[in-house]
């Protein structure tokens, strides 16, 4: 018990004196993540959207591949993008090995499937006769996109939630792509593995307890716009 | 130099077939709506109704066949979209989209590209002449059925279309609702004499609006002509039993002159107006309000009518202020008389009454 309300003191003490490590590893995470998440929301939408309004040969086997990968275990992902960039890689040229641009790439595979998947499912079960009202008012084909994304912006704000979450809180890929090194590509979820093997168990708790908040925080702005959106 | 057999004709399918879910569902080989006409399709169930008409208003795509507006086809993707924007369609759900009413009238033409300004006017005019301007900032979702069937209407009008295409619109109203709806609905429709194509399966809908009517079966136009040759003379027995136009009697000629012949009906003997020759199978197609109960005793000679069936009622069923009485004459025989001359005259199941019909009232459709 002491050893929580250690961390717990140790979380805010942390906090609230502004440690540099502490703030550039919270930072790091934030930005990691987000970056991640907003590609896989471009490149998420984008599919989702097309596979989820098109009929074409192979759709079903992509989208079992989409759900497939919405459960993709992080520390698979973390091993196909560490030999895809281990130096002697196929992409070991670029260097990106223990980068935050490894993280961010390894991150945009674990979230995609889930925006896509989110997306996808949001976008087939729009009312196939108020698509045909829309189609009816005279849309164009972007007009219709820009419509349909409107319509379903509460399962697309559920698809940014589930996606970022999934990301923020991923350590297998962080630590095999990223490597964990101070400084550079050390995150809060990476930290805490580190601090816990070491047996700093209140450090641990102190990063747990700011991650934890960090999420709250983005999920309540996202909770907040996604209650708005439901009242309009 | 060859007429122009186009002229004033709005909307034109040239032997369309559509197919859909691997099933052919209309075949129709000519097709045509009339510039300011207000055209009902009635049909059955799975006749094909809608599907013509998401065909006509480009909502389907025919798999053979061309569908023209004022003579131009409409057929690559530009032309298609460029049509879809002159014209207006109406669902018989409201579906209306997330936001204000206003915002849904404003829909059509901000996609159309109509300015601010100019939209303006025109959201404010419809949304006034359906009644509901005061609900502008109302959420559209939040709407009852009624308010929302009349921004739906408010939307389409908003439009100003060449052609307006409803499918079964008031169907889903409760009766006084419609009944409003309705007469808002007839009066727009005078005032703008826009060109309407409208499938309904409600006689009185189509009586009420149409101009003519074309009577759809089985994916194929079987009939179309003015409200009152379609219900009066329907041009087969599907078609009569359809739009209830009366009693369907099947009987062969067996003689006549002057105009007048005589069929015969299982046992009894019927007088009615055609000049067909003897031995020609016949449907008489005999009006429910064409029928006269009598509780004379049969053989007095009390009433002008040609024909009197003696026969006893089997079944008297109240539909409003009107009365169905049906009368075994031999066949059974359904008349349609005010419930206050069933009460008056002491109809009940086994009184003995005489079934009288006029020769001139009955319709003779020949059998083929």
């Known amino acids: 018990m002491d050893l929580i309300i250690e961390g717990i003191v140790q979380a805010f003490k942390l906090l609230l004196q502004g440690d540099p490590e502490v703030l550039r590893v919270t930072g790091l995470s934030l930005a990691v993540s987000l970056v991640a998440t907003g590609i896989s929301l471009f490149i998420g939408i984008s599919l989702g959207t097309a596979i989820g309004l098109t009929r074409f040969w192979g759709r079903r086997f992509l989208v079992s591949l989409v759900n497939t990968g919405m459960g993709a275990p992080p520390v698979v992902v973390g091993l196909i993008v560490s030999v895809m960039l281990w130096r002697s890689g196929p992409l070991g040229v670029l260097r990106l090995m223990y980068t935050p641009y490894a993280m961010i790439i390894a991150q945009c595979i674990i979230s995609l499937p889930i925006i896509t998947g989110f997306t996808m499912a949001s976008i087939q079960q729009f009312d196939p006769k108020l698509r045909l009202q829309i189609t009816a008012l005279g849309a164009s084909r972007v007009q219709m996109l820009a419509l349909l994304l409107r319509e379903t912006r509460l399962p697309l704000l559920a698809a940014v939630m589930a996606g970022f979450g999934s990301v923020i809180s991923e350590v297998g890929a962080s630590m095999m792509v990223g490597g964990n090194i101070q400084g550079q590509t050390r995150v809060l979820t990476t930290a805490i593995v580190l601090e816990n093997s070491k047996g700093n168990f209140g450090l641990a708790i102190a990063l747990g307890i700011i991650l934890m908040l960090l999420v709250y925080i983005v999920n309540l702005v996202l909770t907040i716009a996604q209650q708005r959106s439901k009242a309009r | ?368």
Not at chain 2, 92 to 108: A, I, K
Not at chain 2, 239 to 262: D, K, P, Q
Not at chain 2, 300 to 323: C, D, H, I, W, Y
Not at chain 2, 341 to 349: I, P, T, V
């Open chain 2, 1 to 368: 130099m060859k007429p122009d057999s186009t002229a004033g004709i709005a909307v034109e399918a040239r032997g369309i077939t559509t197919i859909l879910g691997g099933q052919k569902i209309i075949d129709i080989p000519s097709f045509q709506v009339r510039d300011g006409e207000a055209l009902m399709i009635i049909g059955p169930n799975g006749s094909g109704k809608t599907t013509l008409l998401m065909s006509l208003a480009l909502l389907i795509k025919p798999a053979a066949g061309e569908i023209l507006y004022h003579a131009v086809p409409v057929q690559t993707p530009k032309q298609i979209l460029a049509t879809r924007r002159r014209i207006s369609v109406l669902f018989q759900e409201s579906l209306l989209l997330s936001g204000t009413v206003w915002d849904n009238v404003m829909l059509g033409l901000r996609m159309r590209g109509v300015k601010k300004e100019a939209a303006k006017p025109r959201v404010e005019k419809w949304l006034k002449r359906f009644g509901v301007a005061n609900l502008a900032k109302r959420q559209a979702l939040t709407l009852s059925g009624g308010e929302a069937k009349r921004v739906s209407l408010a939307r389409a009008f908003a439009l100003d279309p060449e052609v307006i295409f409803l499918d079964e619109p008031f169907t889903a109203l409760d009766s006084p609702t419609r009944r409003s709806l309705l007469e808002d609905f007839e009066g727009v429709l005078r005032e703008t004499k826009v060109t309407t194509v409208m499938v309904t399966h409600e006689r009185n809908e189509a009586l009420a609006l149409g101009d003519r009517i074309a009577v759809i079966f089985e994916g194929s136009i079987v009939q179309t002509g003015t409200p009152e040759e379609v219900f009066s003379t329907p041009a087969t027995e599907e078609i009569a039993n359809f739009v209830e136009a009366g009693n369907i009697l099947h009987g062969v000629v067996e003689g006549g002159s002057e105009g007048l012949a005589t069929v015969r009906v299982g046992q009894t003997e019927i007088e009615a107006c055609c000049e067909l020759p003897a031995g020609n199978r016949v449907i008489l197609l005999v009006p429910y309000d064409d029928i006269t109960i009598l509780l004379t005793p049969p053989g007095e000679k009390t009433t002008s009518a040609r024909n009197r069936f003696p026969g006893q009622v089997v079944r008297l069923f109240p539909t409003g202020s009107q009365m169905r009485v049906t009368v075994n004459c031999g066949f059974m025989l359904t008349a349609l008389i005010t419930r206050k001359s069933a009460e008056e005259m002491g109809l009940k199941e086994g009184v003995s009454v005489v079934a009288a019909v006029k020769a001139v009232s009955i319709r003779v459709i020949e059998r083929h």
